[in-house]
């Protein structure tokens, strides 16, 4: 499990706001590769998650608590670029 | 997955709070969108969570979530415009 | 859905925490109201929450994650008025 | 529903913690009330969620989420006072 | 439900990070013994929710919170001690 | 239960994004040992929520903030190293 890389790049900062929110899901992602490593499993629940209204939503809220950390680590990306 | 524009414009910096918010939702929709890619399965859960009310309510978190961000990037419009 | 006012008077910022508490509740439902845009159904779904703890207390979690950002938006009405 | 005071004494600050952490508990169950103003239901409600694990971590989360607002308002009380 | 302690010592200062867990632990637990003052309810109960995973995900999420709220008070405990 | 190590070297500082991501998830297991001291219930409630999609959507949160607060310790690992 500690092979998993969890961050890519080993940072949080990101060149746009697009790239940040793109960070978020995949940390999200990475955390659940962690904690289920098998990829078969995993695309099984992915398929569940997909199709379901609440874990659909769930997805959404967790990425969101992981784009406040990212969006605050680029100070929201607010000097001109 | 990955040609999903997830940050319209690219930027959290909005002229008003009304239009802060406005973006607070379409950021949440466009992480559905870009987990369960397929429109017409997207319209399907959706009349789900848009008519049970438990699911309203996490509609009403992840906005909030997503909001709270996207307020502070703009340091809450506190200056005049 | 795009002609519904989602912050009344687009503005975070009020002259008391009992009217920060009061935008909090109103931007809550306000998101319901632009998911869910038939009155009659939401009406239906009202009466669901209202009597469902569990939901009373999602009802709760929404309204406080809203007021915590409009009171960072007044610096929690710190200064004297 | 307006007539409900949602935040007693209109403020944010409080002379310690411990008061800090009971004005949480009272903005928590003022939201329940405004959402369900009928004090029988929500007597009968509460037995629910006083006797459910779930329900009880969850008015837990709802606490702890006003209790940081309080707490950043009162700049957690550092200063002596 | 009035004489209980919310926060040991009345303060959210303490000397090092592990005390700052501990005391996000206890403060989570108070709120719960606050909204369920019967001891042997409390105790039927934590046999549930320690034996559930979501409840365990959920008394997780609930710490995370009060901690952070913590950590912030202690100003991350960054200084030298 | 005071016995076990909430966190571990007694600091939220880490060298690395990479590494703060890793205590975040040492952080929230923690809290769940603590709950439920019992290895071999934890091992078995384990392979209940790495399988159930929402339950791993459940850990992604708690991480997700868990890790908020640790960035935010680091200074997000703005300043070189």
């Known amino acids: 499990m ?3 890389t969890l961050i890519p790049a080993n940072s949080l ?7 940040g929110r793109q960070l ?3 940390m999200a992602r ?3 590769k962690t904690t289920q490593p098998d990829a078969q499993i ?3 629940l992915r398929a569940v998650y997909a199709n379901d209204a609440m874990m659909l939503l769930a997805v959404g809220q967790t990425v969101a ?5 990212i969006a605050a680590a680029n100070d929201y990306w607010r000097v001109s670029r």
């Open 2 to 4: 500690e092979t998993i």
């Open 13 to 19: 900062i990101t060149a746009t706001p697009e790239e």
């Open 24 to 26: 978020a899901i995949k």
């Open 30 to 32: 990475l955390i659940i």
């Open 42 to 44: 995993r695309e099984n």
């Open 65 to 69: 608590i992981e784009f406040s950390t």
